[in-house]
């Protein structure tokens, strides 16, 4: 989704106000969640601990379409697949101070490298072409470890705090982490340790990255940043999402999802009781990605060996997270 970038100092999203949910049950496995700010909302496991039906787009990567809930998701097991996650992008110019790249709908960019999978990345701004073909990349952007979109620490609108934006990266093994992430063509990826941190940032060795936001959970625990991140948003809105848990000290499972129509705060709900009930683990990292009309999975389908959107939109982006097969 557009975002009006310059001069305002903040993007889409966020459901601020809006007040944590808390199950009954434990491992989030009830069949009611009760969310103080909108009462009982069924969720899609309930007690029979079923899992929507999988469909195998190669080894180690399944596809999942959850009717009750509105979601639509790729597990990858890290350990299993033979994939390489990697930034889509294409001819990126810097524009009087804004990166303006390419736009495609993610089957698009997905047809285009050979992926079997993807999702759409980060947030959009100006169109710079009269059919939406170029549009201005909004922070931080990294392919093949150099950075072709900076990431910057912004000036709050009131000028009064600074802050910087979530960001997923994937090392040169594919190996997923997460930060708030900077940086530029100079001096690179950038990490902090938190979005409104005064510390100085240190290197992230990532071969390719993109922010967006807010983070989810953070080393572990619900951590839903949209006021420091300063992105607000209406309410239920389809929402793309990236997260993974962690075993034996590493990312184990990564999750790239699109939900038709949820708040932040329900979204990590869904992760809270996904994870347990798929994998029997629970969310290390997760944020969301560009949401509203611009949030789209695709995948190949097996049968036919041709790319399926979970949702079309329609809409083209300037950045995308692909899985590339090895």
């Keep these: ?31 009611l969640c009760l969310c103080p700010a909108v009462g009982l909302i069924p969720l899609s496991f309930g007690c029979s601990h079923t899992l929507p039906a999988a ?30 996650p990697v930034v889509a992008a294409r001819g990126v110019e810097n524009r009087g101070g804004n990166f303006v790249g390419d736009a495609k709908t993610v089957r698009e960019w997905a047809a285009q490298r050979g992926a079997i999978a993807g999702i759409n990345g980060g947030f959009f701004g100006d169109t710079y072409d009269q059919i939406g073909r170029r549009k201005q990349i909004v922070q931080l952007a990294v392919m093949d470890g150099k950075v072709i979109a900076p990431g910057s620490v912004t000036l709050s609108s009131g000028g009064t705090e600074r802050y910087t934006r979530s960001a997923i990266g994937f090392s040169k093994e594919g190996v997923p982490s997460m930060v708030w992430g900077t940086g530029t063509a100079k001096m690179g990826p950038r990490q902090r340790r938190d979005p409104t941190s005064p510390e100085s940032s240190r290197p992230w060795p990532v071969a390719q990255a993109l922010a967006c936001g807010p983070r989810l959970f953070s080393s572990g625990k619900r951590h839903i940043t949209d006021r420091e991140e300063r992105l607000k948003s209406p309410g239920r809105l ?56 611009s949030a789209q999975v695709v995948y190949r389908d097996p049968d036919s060996r041709t790319l399926t959107d979970a949702e079309p939109t329609g809409v083209l982006v300037p950045t995308a997270i692909l899985i590339l097969p090895r």
Excluded at 67 to 84: C, E, P, S
Excluded at 251 to 279: C, K, N, Q, T
């Design 1 to 31: 989704m557009r975002v009006n970038w310059r001069g305002s100092g903040r993007g889409r999203g966020g459901d601020v106000g809006v007040a944590p949910a808390f199950c009954a049950a434990p491992r989030f496995r009830a069949a």
């Design 55 to 84: 469909i195998e787009v190669a080894p180690g990567i399944t596809f999942r379409r959850d009717q009750k809930a509105g979601v639509q998701l790729l597990d990858i097991d890290l350990t299993m697949a033979k994939m390489r």
């Design 238 to 293: 389809p929402r793309a999402f990236v997260a993974y848990d962690q075993e034996n000290g590493a990312p184990r499972h990564l999750i790239l999802g699109r939900a038709d129509a949820m708040e932040f705060s329900r979204v990590a709900d869904y992760l809270a009781a996904y994870f347990p009930e798929a994998h029997g683990t629970t969310p290390r990292e997760a944020m969301c990605l560009d949401g509203g009309p």
